[in-house]
């Protein structure tokens, strides 16, 4: 078995769901093929999952954010990834809609989520409108 079978790299995300009126952002990403998602990405050396989550929200919408709660959890085996999803509340800042990293951000009802979106965002836009106080643990399809 090789060293890098043995202890794989792993990819670990911080994404925020962020509601106002009964919707959630999203925002669409530049890179091909352009999937609408929550905003976030993956974590930099020394920083904590939260930590992640406020900088990626502020690079990607121009919003500041502090978090509230974690809704889940959720690992990505196919991907060697894990992303810690929370919700977060907007503190300042003003909504920018396009970045270097997106090219669209708009608020979206959490059950009628635009086209096109990766499978895991329904359930975890689910998890989110549950309302469950608890954090979900979930393994979910790449």
């Known amino acids: 078995m090789t060293a890098e079978a043995e202890h794989p790299q792993f990819k670990i995300a911080a994404l925020v769901f962020i509601e106002q009126a009964g919707k959630i952002l999203l925002v669409k990403q ?3 093929p352009g999937y609408w998602s929550l905003p976030g990405g993956l974590m930099e050396a020394g920083e ?3 930590q992640a989550a406020v900088r990626e929200v502020l690079e990607e919408t121009g919003l ?7 809704v889940g959890v959720y690992t990505l085996p ?3 990834a894990v992303a810690f999803t929370f919700v977060g509340q907007q503190t300042g800042g003003s909504l920018v809609t396009s970045t270097d990293e997106t090219c669209d951000c ?3 009802d959490p059950q009628a989520l ?4 990766r499978a895991h ?3 975890r836009a689910a998890d989110f409108v549950s ?3 608890h954090a979900f643990i979930r393994r979910q399809p790449a």
């Open 30 to 32: 530049r890179k091909a």
């Open 48 to 50: 904590d999952p939260v």
């Open 64 to 70: 500041q954010v502090a978090v509230t709660r974690l």
């Open 78 to 80: 196919g991907e060697n």
């Open 106 to 108: 708009r608020y979206f």
């Open 114 to 117: 635009p086209d096109p979106v």
């Open 121 to 123: 965002l329904a359930q």
């Open 131 to 133: 309302g469950q106080p």
